[in-house]
């Protein structure tokens, strides 16, 4: 029988697929179209500490194989998600990941005293990547002093039990350098890649289509971005997991980000496609690795990179 069990830190998951952070909100617009249970884990539209209403709008632009957001970090704030999202994901039975993002340091450590009382987490998701922000200094993951500064906040107040999962950006010349500092400081795993930042111009108005100017590049025009990340981590850190994601609209995708060393894959614009995509994608990985001769996921993480080692044995 197939195994399609996978882990992230300590956390145990039934499957790899899961939705994307901003994607899907905490699940509740998926729920009408498919048992939240199916995936291997909800993970929240990242949470801030106050509510948020975020960036002006227009905050969406079409790109060629993707889309542009900025939408900002709208959110509740983490006082209303904890009294109103977690207890619904709870009575779903589904497997959560809560997404949270700060403006400081000390945002991230308030953050995570709040969610260290929280039951029936399965794992934390620092986002220290967000590009939709009005301040480019509070994208902590572009410097290794500021991404590590965020994840030891986090560790130390989270305590040792709950996984921490930092959220990388590509938008940085050394991606494995940042890596290997937030596990210095204390991640248990990691998320590539964050959107890639971007810009696109009205050519009628002669101005930018997004009223933040820039914003995120998500879609399959960036999953050779999310391979190349990918890669390049578990083959500096083959110890520490990854949730894969960018630019995933089908099985082969997430195949794809799991050879090159991903443990679990989150899915995100696909969905605005088509709300079953994680599904649809979930069947199609588990065909793709059945059909490639794996009898287990574990067995197909990072195999890239064992027959680029073998190659030269032929």
């Known amino acids: 029988m197939f195994n399609f069990r996978t882990s992230l830190g300590q956390a145990e998951f039934q499957n790899p697929v899961f939705t994307a952070s901003g994607c899907a909100g905490s699940g509740k617009e998926l729920s009408q179209f498919f048992d939240l249970t ?13 509510p948020r209403s975020g960036r002006a709008t227009p905050r969406m632009a079409e790109t060629p194989s993707g889309m542009l957001n900025s939408i900002g970090l709208q959110g509740p704030g983490i006082d209303l998600f904890l009294e109103k999202d977690i207890p619904w994901l709870r009575e779903q039975g589904a497997t959560i990941v809560v997404s949270i993002a700060g403006e400081s340091v000390e945002d991230y450590a308030v953050l995570a005293r709040k969610m260290r009382a929280v039951s029936g987490i399965s794992a934390l998701e620092v986002n ?37 999962i ?11 350098e940042i890596a290997e500092e937030v596990v210095a400081a204390g991640a248990d795993g990691l998320a590539l890649i964050n959107t890639v930042l ?17 914003g995120g590049l998500s879609g399959p025009a960036i999953r050779p971005v999310a391979v190349r990340a990918i890669y390049q981590v578990h083959q500096a850190l083959p110890h520490v997991k990854i949730l894969g994601m960018g630019g995933v609209a089908s099985g082969r995708d997430a195949f794809e980000l799991i050879l090159a060393g991903a443990s679990a894959v ?10 079953t995509a994680v599904i ?11 059909s490639h001769g794996f009898d287990s996921l574990r067995e197909a993480v990072g195999y890239a990179h064992r027959r680029d080692t073998n190659e030269g044995e032929l």
Not at 280 to 290: A, F, G, R, S, T
Request: with cysteine; glycine share 8%.
């Open 198 to 214: 971007g810009m696109v111009i009205d050519t009628n108005t002669m101005r930018p289509k997004l009223a933040g100017k820039t």
């Open 38 to 50: 199916e995936l291997g884990a909800i993970v929240t539209k990242s949470i801030m500490l106050k």
């Open 128 to 164: 220290i990547s967000c590009p939709n922000v009005e301040n480019r200094g509070q994208v902590f993951a572009c410097h290794p002093a500021t991404a590590r500064a965020a994840i030891e906040a986090v560790r130390r107040n989270i305590g040792g039990e709950l996984p921490i």
């Open 280 to 290: 649809k994608i979930k069947e199609e990985l588990q065909e793709q690795l059945i």
């Open 266 to 275: 989150s899915v995100g614009t696909a969905t605005f496609g088509n709300p």
């Open 166 to 176: 930092a959220k990388l950006t590509p938008d940085v010349t050394n991606i494995v």
